[in-house]
């Protein structure tokens, strides 16, 4: 009896080698579908849009001058106005848009009361912006 070897490994076992053709057929196809849609990209359509700021317009309000003298009367713009023509025209600016600011500049020695009725006027007609004007007073030299 002679004893063979029962080595048919090679040609019964597994096969330890990565098949390349299906990886090469997937890498063509991709291939192929690259040069397909690249030249589709290219030709874009231009378009002219508008360019928009990022930045808000700022629209600064007007302002408006009233000053009540030691006397009581009332000016506005430099222009003596009564109590009546004072309500008309706070009515009149209020409802402009952007509302402008009423700058108050009263004497020193105008009762408080005076400059009470002003602003309470400004409120009642609608104005919300208001803002009081002082002069400094001059330095004394020695």
Same mark, same amino acid.
């Given at each position: 009896?002679? #004893?063979? *070897?029962?080595?048919? $490994?090679?040609?019964?076992?597994?096969?330890?080698?990565?098949?390349?053709?299906? #990886?090469?057929?997937?890498?063509? =196809?991709?291939?192929?579908?690259?040069? =397909?849609?690249?030249?589709?990209?290219?030709?874009?359509?231009?378009? $002219?849009?508008?360019?928009?700021?990022?930045?808000?317009?700022?629209?600064?309000?007007? !302002?408006? $001058?009233? &000053? =009540?003298? &030691?006397?009581?009367?009332?000016?506005?713009?430099? !222009?003596?106005?009564? $109590?009546?023509?004072?309500?008309? *025209?706070?009515?009149?600016?209020? *409802?402009? *848009?952007?509302?402008?600011?009423?700058?108050?500049?009263?004497?020193?020695? =105008?009762?408080?009361?005076?400059?009470?009725?002003?602003?309470?006027?400004?409120?009642?007609?609608? #104005?919300? +912006?208001?803002?009081?004007?002082?002069?400094?007073?001059?330095? +004394?030299? +020695?």
């Amino acid at each position: 009896m002679a #004893l063979s *070897r029962m080595s048919d $490994d090679d040609e019964d076992g597994l096969m330890n080698e990565i098949n390349m053709t299906p #990886l090469v057929d997937v890498m063509l =196809v991709l291939l192929i579908i690259f040069l =397909v849609t690249i030249p589709a990209m290219q030709h874009a359509v231009r378009i $002219d849009l508008p360019r928009a700021s990022s930045q808000p317009e700022e629209v600064k309000p007007a !302002h408006i $001058d009233v &000053a =009540v003298q &030691a006397d009581g009367t009332i000016l506005w713009d430099d !222009h003596p106005v009564s $109590d009546d023509g004072l309500r008309a *025209r706070i009515a009149e600016v209020a *409802r402009a *848009r952007p509302q402008p600011e009423l700058h108050l500049r009263a004497d020193r020695k =105008v009762p408080y009361e005076r400059v009470a009725d002003v602003m309470s006027a400004a409120q009642a007609g609608g #104005l919300t +912006k208001i803002g009081f004007v002082t002069d400094p007073q001059p330095k +004394k030299r +020695k």
